[in-house]
Nanobody, 122 residues
């Protein structure tokens, strides 16, 4: 059993910044990669960024240069620093984790958090 808890969402103006956190607990030995996903109303969930336990990262083209994913392995926590936020970034952001980095990138993570709302006003 793995539990993921997201925090850090909120309401910001366009151009502002937020930092999301995802803390993992439980059978964390099962996790080799973690990722951030988002889902806006009427749209499919999409991968935002992913990171492996070795530090390899992937980003969606829409957030490259604005978002940074990082990790603190000692705390079993992954962060998403979001800068230069746009109204199009408004969504519920979910944390996912899996033993397989490929599964995280593909959006088929075995473990999911409950999500945190990010709203960017124009």
């Amino acid at each position: 059993q793995v539990q993921l808890v997201e925090s850090g969402g909120g309401l910001v103006q366009a151009g502002g910044s937020l930092r999301l956190s995802c803390a993992a607990s439980g059978s964390i030995f099962r996790i080799n990669a973690m990722g951030w996903y988002r889902q806006a109303p009427g749209k499919q969930r999409e991968l935002v960024a992913a990171i492996t336990s070795g530090g390899n990262t992937n980003y969606a083209d829409s957030v490259k240069g604005r978002f940074t994913i990082s990790r603190d392995n000692a705390k079993n926590t992954v962060y998403l620093q979001m800068n230069s936020l746009k109204p199009e970034d408004t969504a519920v952001y979910y944390c996912g984790a899996d033993r397989s980095p490929l599964s995280v990138v593909a959006g088929t993570s075995n473990y999911w958090g409950q999500g945190t709302q990010v709203t960017v006003s124009s």
